[in-house]
């Protein structure tokens, strides 16, 4: 079973050899959920005009029907995602007062989502509202006027506006990376 998903016992009680290996044959059935990070839900997350997400209300915000959400997975380290952040509010400025559109946030370095990995910062998706819609990964411009037309025109950009390279995800370098490199010997 080749995976990196992280299980934790629901019984946090005295640990035997009989408890590990029920716990064990639990994971392998299939029993037990896989455990994700998730941050404690502010108590404003939803006060701002940028949506503060954490793992344990990305479903319940992102999936909801009635709204357009527009998320933005960052990094607190990230070079870009700081340099994307005033566009960021601005963009959540302007359309504060339409009632099906949200615009928020999610630090993917505190805060795992099984069926989002996020592999580069910053990742914009797009949640449009109704049942049975696809997820859309935004690869346009970042700037005020193109996520904006994005956004008035559901989600869509006309074909002049398209990158002709995506810009998101920025894939990891040594720059934004908090690996070290290794030392040769």
Known sequence: METTKKYMPADQ????????????????????KPYLLSQEIPPDWDQ????????KNFEQVAFDETKNVFIKFYAPWCTHCKE??????????????????????????????EAFPVHGFPTLKYFPAGQGQKVIDYRGARDLETLSKFLDNGGKLPEEELSEEPLAPFPETAANSTVKPKEEL
Not at 13 to 32: D, I, N, Q
Not at 84 to 113: S, V
């Open 13 to 32: 009680g005295l640990v035997t050899a009989a408890s590990v290996a029920a716990f064990c044959h639990s994971v392998l059935g299939g029993k037990v």
């Open 48 to 55: 701002h005009p940028v949506k503060t997400l954490v793992g």
């Open 84 to 113: 994307m952040a005033p566009t960021w509010e601005a963009l959540a400025e302007k359309y504060r007062d339409h009632e099906d559109i949200i615009i928020a946030k999610l630090d993917a370095t505190a805060n795992e989502l």
